[in-house]
T-cell receptor
Framework: EPEVTQTPSHQVTQMGQEVILRCVPISNHLYFYWYRQILGQKVEFLVSFYNNEISEKSEIFDDQFSVERPDGSNFTLKIRSTKLEDSAMYFC????????????FGPGTRLLVL | AQSVTQLDSHVSVSEGTPVLLRCNYSSSYSPSLFWYVQHPNKGLQLLLKYTSAATLVKGINGFEAEFKKSETSFHLTKPSAHMSDAAEYFCVVSDRSTLTFGKGTMLLVSP
C-alpha cells in the first residue's frame, strides 16, 4: 500500500541554522500538508499546498517557514533560522483530491534545536 | 471555527475489557470526523472516519465510533482491548480543508 515517507527521521541542529525537512507524498495525491506537534501538545496545522502554491497557512507559519515542491515527487518544509521553540515532530500529509478528505500522514521528522 | 475536546488525557484498561475514548467537537459546518492512532515512534494512522453517511462507523482493528449530532460527540469504542492497542489516539475534525486535532488520549492496556 502506498505511504507518505519523510526524511530524515531525526534531525538535530543549532539555533539559527537552516533546516529542510523532506516528504514524498503518495504519488497520485494533489493536496499536501505540514503539521507539527510540540512535545506534550496538540498536533497543529502549519500549511496546505495545492497546484504549486500555498492554499492556506496558520499563524505559526511565519516568514521563517517556506514550502516547495521542487519536482514531481518531493514536498519540502524549510525553516530559515531555527529557534529553540521550533523543536517538535513535523508531520507531512497528503490527500488525493478535493472530494476526498482523508489525509494520509508520514511517520514524522523529530527536530531538535539546541 | 472548529475545535475538538478529548475529555481524558489517559485511559487505563485491562486486556479483554471494553475501551471508551471520548471526543466532543464543535464546528460551523456539517463536520467530517476522524480518529487517528499514533503508536510510539510511528506516524499517524487513520483508524476510521465519519463523512455524513452512516452514524456508526467501523474502523480497523475492531474499533468503531458513533456520530451523535445532538451530543456533538464522536466517541471511540472497542469491545475488547488488546495489548497492541496501547497508543495515543487523536480525535480530529475537518472543515473540508484543514484538520483540527484534539489533545490526544493515551490508552494504556495492562495484562
Amino acid at each position: 500500500e502506498p505511504e507518505v515517507t519523510q526524511t530524515p527521521s531525526h534531525q538535530v541542529t543549532q539555533m539559527g541554522q537552516e533546516v529542510i525537512l523532506r516528504c514524498v507524498p503518495i504519488s497520485n495525491h494533489l493536496y499536501f500538508y505540514w503539521y507539527r506537534q510540540i512535545l506534550g501538545q496538540k498536533v497543529e496545522f502549519l500549511v496546505s499546498f495545492y497546484n504549486n502554491e500555498i492554499s492556506e497557512k496558520s499563524e505559526i507559519f511565519d516568514d521563517q517557514f517556506s514550502v516547495e515542491r521542487p519536482d514531481g515527487s518531493n514536498f519540502t518544509l524549510k525553516i530559515r533560522s531555527t529557534k529553540l521553540e521550533d523543536s517538535a515532530m513535523y508531520f507531512c500529509a497528503s490527500r488525493p483530491g478535493r472530494m476526498q478528505e482523508t489525509q494520509y500522514f508520514g511517520p514524522g521528522t523529530r527536530l531538535l534545536v539546541l | 471555527a472548529q475545535s475538538v475536546t478529548q475529555l481524558d488525557s489517559h485511559v487505563s484498561v485491562s486486556e479483554g475489557t471494553p475501551v471508551l475514548l471520548r471526543c466532543n467537537y464543535s464546528s460551523s459546518y456539517s463536520p467530517s470526523l476522524f480518529w487517528y492512532v499514533q503508536h510510539p515512534n510511528k506516524g499517524l494512522q487513520l483508524l476510521l472516519k465519519y463523512t455524513s453517511a452512516a452514524t456508526l462507523v467501523k474502523g480497523i482493528n475492531g474499533f468503531e465510533a458513533e456520530f451523535k449530532k445532538s451530543e456533538t460527540s464522536f466517541h471511540l469504542t472497542k469491545p475488547s482491548a488488546h495489548m497492541s492497542d496501547a497508543a495515543e489516539y487523536f480525535c480530529v475534525v475537518s472543515d473540508r480543508s484543514t484538520l483540527t486535532f484534539g489533545k490526544g488520549t493515551m490508552l494504556l492496556v495492562s495484562p
